[in-house]
């Protein structure tokens, strides 16, 4: 499986549990991490090649995940580009709101590493068109 992500997080332990179980799914996805919202926006200006996903932390510092979702569908260019959220958070009115915005889906994150290694591994497989 070959893919471009990008991992807005700013939780060094998160970072690392996600980019770990990345390698271990397929060495050809080319993972790139920011540590806030504004430098996944900077990145997004600057690269070349569009990323064909953005996990996104919500709460982030300098700016949020929930203005980068605002920004991001409200760019055209970016439209194609699949935001999956992982948070830690459950609350039935964010998982709303982040749909509201434009995510295409909501990942709470989980603390088992094989749950988060299969979570992702599916998300990574799954047929988007389906998702609406």
């Known amino acids: 499986m070959k893919a471009n992500v990008f991992l807005a997080e700013d939780?060094?332990?998160?970072?690392?549990?996600?980019?770990?179980?990345?390698?271990?799914?397929?060495?050809?996805?080319?993972?790139t991490v920011v540590k806030n919202g504004l430098e996944l926006m900077s990145l997004l200006e600057t690269e070349q090649q569009h990323p064909d996903f953005i996990f996104l932390d919500l709460n982030m510092p300098v700016k949020t995940g929930f203005e980068c979702i605002n920004e991001i569908r409200s760019n055209g260019k970016w439209k194609s580009v699949k935001i999956v959220i992982l948070s830690?958070?459950?609350?039935r009115d964010q998982t709303k709101d982040v749909y509201k915005l434009g995510a295409n889906?909501?990942?709470?994150?989980?603390?088992?590493?094989?749950?988060?290694k299969e979570m992702l591994s599916k998300c990574l497989q799954m047929e988007w068109g389906a998702l609406k």
């Open 105 to 116: 889906l909501y990942l709470q994150k989980p603390n088992s590493y094989s749950t988060f």
């Open 11 to 31: 939780d060094i332990d998160d970072i690392a549990f996600f980019t770990d179980i990345i390698s271990e799914i397929s060495s050809s996805i080319s993972i």
């Open 88 to 91: 830690t958070s459950s609350y």
